[in-house]
């Protein structure tokens, strides 16, 4: 995917947080979750007065994919304060280890982003293949 591409999508992705619900917290996010064979997904931040309802934009993204019968991720792109870099928060990031989101692109200031690995993101993730692997000593 080219660089012209990208910008596009970070586009995309600072539109879709200008639909975040976010009255509590003030902190709009956006999320676009890019399939393997190129379809876009969006999810914003959904806040609730009682917080813990509340959801994130990547995993609303990603819901979405699913709902929409995808489940191979390409990456997902994130867009918060871009002075201060929105990282992804923990479930968010054992939700991307389920389905293998290689890599989580940053949307920071002047068309900035960072580019990182899930790897990076949550190493040593508890995953599927790590269940199944405790299921076979049975
Ligand atoms: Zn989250």
Known sequence: MGKN???????QTLQIRDCAYAPYSDYPVGALAVTEDGKYFSG??????????????????????IAAGNKNFAFIIIAGDLKHPTYPCGICRQ???????????IVKENKQYEKIALEELLPH??????????????
């Not at 591409?5 to 586009?11: A, F, R, S, V």
């Not at 939700?95 to 692109?105: D, K, L, N, S």
């Not at 995953?127 to 000593?137: D, E």
């Open 5 to 11: 591409d990208i910008q596009e999508l970070i586009e």
């Open 44 to 65: 914003c931040n959904v806040e609730n007065v009682s917080y813990p309802a509340g959801s994130c934009a990547e995993r609303n993204a990603i819901a979405a994919a």
């Open 95 to 105: 939700v991307m280890a389920e389905f293998q989101i290689p890599y989580v692109i």
């Open 125 to 138: 993730s508890f995953t599927a293949a790590l269940v199944k692997n405790i299921r076979s000593y049975k």
